[in-house]
């Protein structure tokens, strides 16, 4: 068994009944992506999260995110010392392979804001100096719905459009909740997975995955469904370039993690919701009637997918 199959096996009996997701957030960890987890509390965000994050032999570190949460607790600060007369900089918590960001949307706008340049640029600025972010870098965020919840700030469009996905997160099955019951009755939010792949396994499949071919008529494809979304009526703001090129790479991941060396339309197609529908805006009247997902699987329908003999 390879060590990215190794690694969903082990997620998948560690975290009961999210297959889909893991999937998801490998492609992301692949592809240099960030995820944002979005479901009620007590649904398991912070614990998926957490043991993806352990499977992985790399620096991790969490940030219980609040309203009084500073964006210098975020990316660190630069501080002078009476002892030594300099300046000594002290690192945030950032500076890591995977940041969890728990409840982000209970931090400030200003806060969330501290992370833009880290998610994008894999880099952060303090007192006029960038530093380089480690290899891999990845962002494993949460939240709770904005309208069940007080004491909340929405994420701006710019901070959803650095997440490659976002999941949400639904109620476990009757059969998965009964396992659920069974498994950690005796020791409720115990972790139950260990450290089975290295960083460099992290750089070599994502040098791999470059290799991974995307015909010219996937491209268009891709392509049309991004201009669709520009041209709806009911949207005001459609998908942006940076969309499109996360579209094309999580559709290269999705292959990898399949074990092919080309992309199908039907990657292209499985990736759209988790990708896309946190970045579409829509406008006032088609938010009375329309949900996101809605209106990109409208799109996917009407667009004509090229024939799969030719993606490869």
């Known amino acids: 068994m390879s060590k990215l199959n190794l690694l969903k096996a082990t997620l998948n ?15 992301a960890l692949i592809q240099g992506g960030h995820v944002l987890l979005e479901s009620v509390p007590g649904s398991g965000k912070t614990m998926m999260a957490k043991s993806f994050a352990h499977a992985i032999k790399g620096k991790f570190k969490r940030l219980q995110f609040t309203p009084d949460v500073l964006p210098s607790d975020v990316t660190g600060i630069s501080y002078f010392d009476p002892k030594t007369q300099e300046f000594i900089m002290r ?24 992370l833009l340049e880290s998610m994008e640029e894999k880099q952060v600025t303090i ?37 490659l996905f976002r999941l949400e997160i639904t109620y476990p099955s009757f059969e998965e909740e009964r396992r659920i019951l069974q498994e950690f009755s005796q020791a409720p939010g115990e972790v139950k997975t260990s450290s089975i792949i290295d960083i460099e396994d992290v750089l070599q499949w994502r040098r791999e995955v470059r290799k991974v071919s995307v015909h010219e008529d996937i491209k268009t494809y891709i392509l049309q469904i991004i201009h669709a979304t520009r041209q709806h009526a009911h949207v005001e703001l459609g998908l942006s370039s940076r969309a499109s090129l996360a579209l094309l790479h999580a ?13 199908t339309p039907d990657d292209v197609k499985l990736m759209i919701t988790p990708l896309a529908s946190h970045r579409l805006m829509l406008t006032a009247e088609g ?26």
């Open 13 to 27: 009996e560690a975290i009961v009944g999210r297959e889909k997701e893991i999937d998801f957030m490998l492609i």
């Open 91 to 114: 690192p945030g918590p950032v500076f890591t392979n995977i940041l969890l960001a728990d409840e982000i949307n209970r931090a400030t706008p200003r806060t969330q804001s501290s």
């Open 127 to 163: 007192d006029g100096e960038t530093i380089a972010l480690p290899e891999p870098f990845m962002v494993i965020a949460t939240q709770n719905p904005v309208e069940s919840q007080q004491g909340t700030f929405s994420l701006p469009a710019a901070q959803l459009d650095r997440f």
């Open 251 to 263: 559709a290269q991941g999705h292959a990898y993690i399949r074990g092919r060396s080309y992309v």
């Open 287 to 312: 938010m009375l009637i329309h949900e996101p997902k809605d209106i990109l699987r409208e799109i996917v329908e009407s667009v004509q997918a090229p024939v799969e003999a030719m993606a490869r």
